[in-house]
């Protein structure tokens, strides 16, 4: 029988009691969200909290997408289900959906947190990935006050990041930029498991020509790995196969896969040019809008 | 917690999973405990009237909350039609999945009267089951749907 060594049980009934109860328990405390990554890791002990700080019932206050004019406010405490359920983020990011469908299994979904997948912070992670693509920033709260970073600044290794130990994550925002759109490629093994790579893509047009692209690679770094160089590739030009193909082979030359378990890193490499080809051709047909049948194409 | 309608209440180490609450405290030993790590989905139950993995809640996480077990599909005396439709359509053989399978399959048509054959492979593609190749799984459920939607047409007619 796999159960976690014992600690004590808190529940928080507000972000600010959580926050007040992290700040005393210090790093022998962790707050637990869907648990879905942090139980089965204390089941194998390769983390041991004398104090878990459930924060579900944060979720009336944290589970919400909130659409701006600028941006998208998602709170911390928002279910994989819901990620996948939003009309808003259909509309406006249809890469949550994508990836959404292939994030471990519909009951895991509806536990499973956005801000946990986050600040479990693995490198095989699809919603990192996601949120890596689209520029997003995290919004961390501590006993001080509200700080925002980066999620090049969140992420501080494999399983690290900048939220620190009296601090929660409680929202990812997203900018929401004109005339673009998005799309979420994976190979797993089997239905459910983590990606042997995944690849998102943002796209944005202007007159044509790419305003500005974006790629997010989970799985082949330590991070979920934003490349700029693909960036700085497309910058200007118009959409082309060749330019697809362009953009994977940057991709691939750019991320750091290791052999394991998943494959070697040779076709790690080989996934991510695919994957990026793919996903960039999907988000710019998706730009041209789902009446243009361009969306169905094949990968 | 509310389990299966009935308020219950008890003094529990905190890192008890909800399985074995159900299991080992209540007696509730229709949900099955299986592979232990959030994979196989025979524990599966549901917390506040949506299916979730019981062998990765702690049963503190549940307090205050909705949870429904296998037992509770049978009402006065007569199985749920997804129960009769895994009859009907031989959905078990070992019958370790079974439960799972059933809530799943349960919360999927409430939300879904008639679902496609692709939607009840995903609504079950958390769940593994080592007899059926999931072919009679898929079978039941649809038997379940469609003897579903006949009662509903002999209601309003």
Not at chain 1, 122 to 125: G, L, T, V
Not at chain 2, 13 to 16: K, P, Q, T
Not at chain 2, 70 to 74: K, N, P, Q, S, Y
Not at chain 2, 130 to 134: A, D, F
């Given at each position: 029988m796999q159960v976690p060594a014992p600690f004590d049980y808190e529940r928080a009934t507000s972000v600010d009691h959580a926050i007040q109860l992290l700040d005393r328990l210090g790093s022998t405390a962790r707050v637990v969200a869907g648990g879905h990554s942090l139980l089965p890791m204390m089941k194998l002990r390769l983390v041991n909290f004398e104090y878990l700080i459930d924060i579900n019932d944060l979720h009336r206050d944290l589970g919400y997408v909130r659409v701006e004019p600028a941006q998208i406010r998602i709170g911390a405490m928002t279910r994989h289900r819901e990620l996948l359920e939003s009309p808003e983020l259909l509309r406006l990011f249809p890469i949550f959906h994508d990836a959404e469908r292939v994030i471990a299994d519909p009951l895991v979904r509806n536990r499973g947190t956005i801000g946990g997948a986050l600040c479990q912070a693995?490198?095989?992670?699809d919603l990192s990935a996601v949120c890596t693509t689209l520029d997003a920033s995290c919004v961390i709260r501590g006993v001080g006050g509200e700080r925002v970073v980066t999620m090049a600044e969140f992420y501080r290794g494999p399983y690290e990041t900048a939220v620190g130990p009296a601090e929660m994550l409680t929202e990812i925002r997203i900018p929401v930029r004109p005339n673009g759109s998005s799309a979420f490629e994976k190979v797993g093994r089997r239905a459910g498991d983590w990606a042997v790579v995944s690849c998102g893509v943002g796209v944005w047009l202007d007159d044509g020509a790419i305003a500005d692209a974006r790629v997010g690679l989970a799985a082949v770094g330590p991070n979920t790995t934003g490349i700029p160089a693909v960036s700085q590739a497309l910058h200007g030009r118009p959409p082309s196969e060749e330019l697809y193909a362009e953009a994977g082979a940057i991709a691939a030359e750019y991320c750091t896969p290791v052999t394991d378990q998943r494959g070697t890193a040779d076709y790690k490499r080989h996934l991510a040019a695919e994957l990026t080809k793919r996903a960039l051709r999907r988000a710019v047909a998706r730009v041209a809008g789902p009446g243009s049948g361009a969306d169905k194409g094949v990968g | 917690m509310r389990v299966n309608g009935a308020e219950v209440t008890c003094e529990i180490?905190?890192?008890?999973l909800l399985v074995h609450f159900l299991r080992d405290h209540l007696g509730l030993t229709g949900t099955h405990w299986g592979c232990d790590t959030s994979n196989c989905g025979a524990c599966a139950v549901w917390l506040d009237g949506e299916p979730v993995k019981s062998c990765t809640v702690l049963a503190a996480m549940a307090a205050g909350h909705d949870v429904r077990t296998?037992?509770?599909?049978?009402r006065f005396g007569e199985l749920d039609p997804v129960q009769r439709g895994f009859m009907e359509c031989h959905g078990l053989q070992c019958g370790f999945c079974t439960p799972g399978m059933l809530m799943t399959a349960r919360a999927l048509l409430d939300r879904n009267p008639s679902p496609s054959e692709q939607e009840i492979r995903e609504a079950i593609s958390g769940q593994v089951c080592?007899?059926?190749?999931?072919a009679t799984i898929v079978r039941s459920v649809q038997w379940a749907a469609a003897e579903e939607a006949g009662t509903r047409v002999a209601d309003s007619s």
């Open positions: 693995d490198p095989s992670e | 180490e905190a890192r008890l296998v037992e509770d599909l049978e080592r007899c059926t190749g999931y």
